[in-house]
Nanobody, 122 residues
Framework: QVQLVESGGGSVQAGGSLTLSCALF???????MGWFRQTPGKGREGVAV???????NYADSVKGRFTISQDNAKNTVYLQMNSLQIEDTAMYYC?????????????????WGQGTPVTVSS
């Protein structure tokens, strides 16, 4: 059974930092993992993705502030979020994909975690 277990969400003041973690269990064919976020009434948007070869892609809104990384031995991906802004407030979801292309779109991902909330306040 495939499971993605996220942790690290919480509340922080604007300008602060958080690190999200996501552990993947039961799926050995994932070439790509990523982070997405969603706010009420809006669609799920891509934040960052990372392929097993280490290549990454980021949404323009987070470039220079967020860093995605992975520990392949632990099947774990991380999202370091710095200089957080109120607009970063959302439910953050981890996802795994069997596609080598590793696109920053939800339809490219096969499995999803339950989400972890991030709230940024002024």
């Amino acid at each position: 059974q495939v499971q993605l277990v996220e942790s690290g969400g919480g509340s922080v003041q604007a300008g602060g930092s958080l690190t999200l973690s996501c552990a993947l269990f039961g799926y050995t064919y994932s070439y790509c993992m990523g982070w997405f976020r969603q706010t009420p009434g809006k669609g799920r948007e891509g934040v960052a993705v990372i392929r097993t070869d280490g290549s990454t892609n980021y949404a323009d809104s987070v470039k220079g502030r967020f860093t995605i990384s992975q520990d392949n031995a632990k099947n774990t991906v991380y999202l370091q979020m710095n200089s957080l802004q109120i607009e970063d407030t959302a439910m953050y979801y981890c996802a795994a994909s069997s596609h080598w292309e590793c696109l920053l779109v939800p339809v490219a991902f096969n499995y999803w975690g339950q989400g972890t909330p991030v709230t940024v306040s002024s």
